[in-house]
Nanobody, 116 residues
Framework: QVRLAESGGGLVQPGGSLRLACAAS????????IGWYRQAPGKQRDLVAR???????NYADFVKDRFTISRDNAKNTCYLQMNSLKPEDTAVYYC??????????WGQGTQVTVSS
């Protein structure tokens, strides 16, 4: 069973930046996609960014050119660099991993609040 732990959320002013981290344990191997989703109160959970099996990356239109997803395989960690944050980016951000076998795991989420 893969456990994912998100960190790096918090309160930031509009225009600010945060970097989220998603650490997986135990160490994971093989082909898998890893990504970030977010859910605001009363709304569905939406894809933010995902690094796919094979190396392609998908971004939601609402974060293109502002957010960047990256993976550090040596540290078993995935990052989401978020720049130019807007109040509408306020949500709980979740990390998700999906293996080629179909096995999937979610983290518990980290709150991001963008407010002045």
């Amino acid at each position: 069973q893969v456990r994912l732990a998100e960190s790096g959320g918090g309160l930031v002013q509009p225009g600010g930046s945060l970097r989220l981290a998603c650490a997986a344990s135990p160490r994971i191997f093989g082909d898998y996609a890893i990504g970030w989703y977010r859910q605001a109160p009363g709304k569905q959970r939406d894809l933010v960014a995902r690094a796919n099996i094979g190396g392609t990356i998908n971004y939601a239109d609402f974060v293109k050119d502002r957010f960047t997803i990256s993976r550090d395989n040596a540290k078993n960690t995935c990052y989401l660099q978020m720049n130019s944050l807007k109040p509408e980016d306020t949500a709980v951000y979740y990390c998700n991993v999906v293996f080629a076998s179909g096995y999937s795991s979610w983290g518990q989420g980290t709150q991001v609040t963008v407010s002045s």
